[in-house]
C-alpha cells in the first residue's frame, strides 16, 4: 500500500494556514488558489476512483470554507491512490502522489505570498 502521508502532511499544513488566514489575505487570491488545486485534487481522485466517468466539479462554497474544501480533497485523493491498481499501464500511483504534493506545495507558496 502506497504511503500518502507526504500528501496529506502538506495538504493539511496549507489548509490549517487557511483556516486561520484573515478575510482579507483570503479575497486577496489565497482562496482561489486553495479552491484551484483543490479541484484539481479532486478531479485526480474521481478519475482513479471511476475511470471514464466525467468528474464533477468542486462547487464554490464561500472564502471561509476553502481550507475544508482542500483538507476533503487531499484526503479523498490519498485513499485512492493507497487503493489504486498498481502496473495497469497507467500513470504510477506513486508519480501522481509525488506530482500531487508538488502541486499543492506550489500553491500554497503562491496563496500566501
Known amino acids: 500500500m502506497l504511503d500518502t502521508s507526504p500528501l496529506t502532511a502538506v495538504v493539511e499544513r496549507f489548509a490549517d494556514w487557511l483556516r486561520s488566514a484573515p478575510q482579507s489575505r483570503l479575497q486577496q487570491g489565497a482562496a482561489a488558489e486553495a479552491l484551484e488545486v ?3 485534487l479532486s478531479v485526480r481522485a474521481q478519475r ?3 475511470p471514464g466517468r466525467e468528474a464533477l466539479e468542486m462547487p464554490e462554497a464561500g472564502l471561509f470554507v476553502v481550507g475544508d474544501q482542500l483538507a476533503v480533497a487531499g484526503q479523498d485523493l490519498a485513499e485512492a491512490l493507497r487503493t489504486a491498481p498498481v502496473g495497469d499501464g497507467a500513470t504510477a500511483p506513486s ?3 509525488d506530482e500531487a504534493v508538488r502541486r499543492v506545495e506550489q500553491a500554497e507558496v503562491r496563496a500566501r505570498r
Open 95 to 97: 508519480e501522481l502522489l
Open 38 to 40: 483543490a479541484r484539481e
Open 48 to 50: 482513479l476512483e471511476a
